[in-house]
């Protein structure tokens, strides 16, 4: 998920099912300053690799590039997965 909040930051979040002692949050999140890219357009990628358990924010403006990775993720990945369509 990407949100936008008041301080101009990107913030990127995830879910995390690995129990973290003392801890009961299962939610990550990462901020990343905006700068004064407000109103510019800008290429989002938001990956998981369930290898290697990790997740990537990549974030191309014009003139950069910016990468923010979670590591040590653990996504529930369900038996079955369904999908229903139709009017």
């Known amino acids: 998920m990407l949100t936008l909040n008041d ?3 990107l ?5 995390n099912m690995k129990f973290n ?3 009961d949050r299962i939610d ?13 357009w ?12 990790t997740a ?3 974030i191309r403006y014009r003139d950069r590039e910016i990468t923010e990775f979670f590591y040590d993720v ?3 990945i369900p ?8 009017n």
């Open 7 to 9: 301080d101009n930051q």
């Open 11 to 15: 913030v990127f979040s995830t879910y």
């Open 21 to 23: 002692a003392g801890s």
């Open 28 to 40: 990550l999140y990462k901020e990343v300053d905006n700068e004064d890219n407000l109103g510019d």
């Open 42 to 53: 800008c290429w989002v990628y938001f990956g998981f690799n369930r290898e290697s358990r």
């Open 56 to 58: 990537v924010a990549y």
């Open 74 to 76: 653990h996504h529930f």
């Open 79 to 86: 038996k079955y997965f369904g999908l229903e369509s139709g």
